[in-house]
């Protein structure tokens, strides 16, 4: 049985290495993986990477570029992510269609391709902004044919909000991952949070998913470690019915 920490990602949601080296080794032992997004890795590049498999091992890297390209490029964007120790790597479903044999490859070399169906900072309102049709704009709709195509195309996972979680693990099966965002312990909820569907560490687990990206309530809080033991309590609890909160 995996332990309650393991299911913790903790973004390095930080402008250099130094910062991110300080968050890494006060969490090393404290959560699963280390997500290096957009800021980092633009700031740092492949460096970064390296220094996360140096001070956390190897094998805990997610790397979360959300790679949205034609299948050529797209393709071999993945090709260079799996020579760099990296577990997962993030695309958008809508660059799905032609990648099938790229994502193939990735797999055979030990990469996990995670498909990002719907931002979490996106609710129905900002979907019909953005033009879907109002039968699309239903981001639980949108999550299920995204998820469908995840599969059909041999993605490892998909990365969704915990309020879909329950529905795309139906659909997809116990084989696939499922990454969620938006995870926000019951002490850290507030009003005005810049991600419309969030969800707790508890209900997420529950509703099946099997990784879950908390940045803010670890990060800002006084002591990290500490902060990140206390979400490992709320997994634990999901993860042993009948234990009292």
């Known amino acids: 049985m995996r332990p309650p920490s393991d299911y913790i ?5 930080v402008p250099d290495r130094a ?3 300080g968050l890494i080794e006060r969490l090393a032992d404290k959560v699963g993986l280390f997500k290096v997004g957009l800021e980092l890795f633009i700031a740092e ?4 990477l390296a220094m996360v498999n140096d001070l956390a091992g190897p094998g805990r890297i997610f790397l979360d570029l959300k790679l949205h390209d034609i299948p050529a490029t797209a393709g071999r964007a993945l090709r ?3 020579s760099l120790g990296v577990r997962f790597v993030t695309v958008h479903a809508e660059a799905l269609v032609g990648l099938g044999d790229w994502i193939t490859q990735a797999r055979q070399s030990g990469l996990t391709v995670l498909a990002v169906t719907v931002l979490t900072s996106l609710d129905e309102a900002a979907l019909i902004e953005l033009g879907y049709r109002e039968e699309l704009a239903d981001p639980s709709v949108l999550v299920a044919m995204r998820a469908a195509r995840a599969k059909e195309s041999g993605c490892g996972g998909v990365v969704c909000s915990a309020r879909e979680a329950e529905a795309v693990r139906e659909m997809v099966g116990p084989e696939m991952v499922i990454v969620t965002p938006g995870i926000r312990p019951e002490w850290t909820l507030v009003e005005g949070d810049d991600q419309a569907r ?3 560490p508890k209900k997420a687990i529950e ?5 879950l990206v908390i940045g803010r309530p670890i990060r800002d809080a006084d002591d990290p470690g500490r ?5 490992a309590r709320e997994i634990e609890v999901a993860l042993s019915p009948g234990r009292p909160e």
């Open 9 to 13: 990602v903790f973004p390095l949601d």
């Open 19 to 21: 910062a991110a080296r």
């Open 45 to 48: 590049g492949p460096a970064v």
């Open 80 to 82: 260079s992510a799996a």
């Open 198 to 200: 969030v969800m707790t």
């Open 207 to 211: 509703a099946g998913a099997d990784y």
């Open 227 to 231: 902060a990140a033991d206390r979400v």
